[in-house]
């Protein structure tokens, strides 16, 4: 069963910029479309941004032109670039297939935008 580990969240200053990483345990992953989720506080899992196999992205709107996820199908690995980081993107990101969620989640990663 495939597993996913994501990583690199921390804190940062509204305007600052983060990398994001999420680890798939096979290579069966590049099989899958997938997505970033993220949850804020009180508040349901949310999709972010997905990307299909074929590396075609599409963007919540509250992100665009703010963030960009990639993937790299060697590295059974899926980013997301977040720049012009805002309060509201305070939450706890994970990744998962798009759009049926159907890998069990990872720890996800605590991103806080905060001054």
């Known amino acids: 069963q495939l597993r996913l580990v994501e990583s690199g969240g921390g804190l940062v200053q509204p305007g600052g910029s983060l990398r994001l990483s999420c680890v798939a345990s096979?290579?069966?992953?590049?099989?899958?479309?997938a997505a970033w989720y993220r949850q804020r506080a009180g508040n349901e899992r949310e999709l972010v941004a997905s990307?299909?196999?074929?590396?075609?992205?599409v963007y919540e709107d509250s992100v665009k032109g703010r963030f960009t996820i990639s993937r790299d199908h060697a590295k059974n690995t899926v980013y997301l670039q977040m720049n012009s980081l805002k309060p509201e993107d305070t939450g706890v990101y994970s990744c998962?297939?798009?759009?049926?969620?159907?890998?069990?989640w990872g720890q996800g990663t605590q991103v806080t935008v905060s001054s």
């Open positions: 998962n297939s798009y759009p049926d969620r159907a890998i069990p």
């Open positions: 096979g290579s069966i992953f590049r099989l899958y479309a």
């Open positions: 990307i299909t196999r074929d590396n075609d992205p």
